[in-house]
């Protein structure tokens, strides 16, 4: 059974960084486009970047919002992919989700969600 | 950017009746490939988002056949049969065709009447 835990959430102050981790097991994440995705409390779902598979060079996109200051990367070693967020800000409060390929053919799974807050 | 705009926003349903949600994008969906990426994703109260349906109209494993989905280029429409109780929720389609970004609808909040 595949399963992605996200962890590391919590509160930071505006201006502060934080990492979240994905942890997979059942499936390699290396062999897949592993996503990132956020939803501020109340709202809807906002992409915030992915990471492609090995095979594709392990290349990153990221949404014009988070560009510059988030960082998608990922452990084979520890089968885990991060989300590295730096200079954060109030408006990036939110559940994060990771999520293996959003748009592809095989099947789709999520985790739970951590939750952000940016708050002084 | 592409944008995915959802109708209605709210849908009240009976249970045992059909529901339809309807998603159109501000351009074509259709990739180079000939396929069109467009996914629906539904998010129970207090749980995860899952997909339903990719590639317009393909469930997912273990997806109720209740749920389809179709259109094509710009419109694109999601059906459940007969509404269940279990079926309440907030419905989002999304474009995985012109990316990044990736994107989604606003979200259409299905209850039961």
């Known amino acids: 059974e595949v399963q992605l835990v996200e962890s590391g959430g919590g509160l930071v102050q505006p201006g502060g960084s934080l990492r979240l981790s994905c942890a997979a097991s059942?499936?390699?994440?290396?062999?897949?486009?592993m996503e990132w995705v956020r939803q501020s409390p109340g709202k809807g779902l906002e992409w915030v970047g992915l990471?492609?598979?090995?095979?594709?060079?392990?290349?990153?996109e990221y949404a014009a919002s988070v560009k510059g200051r988030f960082t998608i990367s990922r452990d084979d070693s520890k089968n885990s992919f991060y989300l590295q967020m730096n200079s954060l800000k109030i408006e990036d409060t939110a559940v994060y989700y990771c999520?293996?390929?959003?748009?592809?053919?095989?099947?789709?799974?999520w985790g739970q969600g951590t939750l952000v807050t940016v708050s002084s | 950017d592409v944008v995915m705009t959802q109708s209605p926003l709210s849908l009240p349903v009976t249970l045992g009746q059909p529901a339809s949600i309807s998603c159109r994008s501000s351009?074509?969906?259709?990739?180079?490939?000939?396929?069109?990426?467009l996914n629906w994703f539904q998010q129970r109260p207090g749980q995860s988002p899952r997909r339903l349906i990719y590639?317009?109209?393909n469930r997912e494993y273990g997806v109720p056949d209740r749920f389809s989905g179709s259109g094509s280029g710009t419109d694109f429409t999601l059906e459940i049969s007969r509404v269940e109780a279990e079926d309440v929720g907030v419905y989002y389609c999304?474009?995985?065709?012109?990316?990044?970004?990736?994107?989604f609808g606003q979200g259409t909040k299905l209850e039961i009447k």
């Open positions: 999520a293996r390929d959003l748009s592809g053919g095989l099947k789709n799974y």
């Open positions: 059942g499936l390699t994440l290396s062999d897949h486009y």
């Open positions: 990471i492609r598979k090995k095979a594709d060079r392990d290349t990153t």
């Open positions: 351009q074509s969906l259709v990739y180079s490939n000939g396929k069109t990426y």
């Open positions: 590639q317009v109209s």
């Open positions: 999304m474009q995985g065709t012109h990316w990044p970004p990736r994107t």
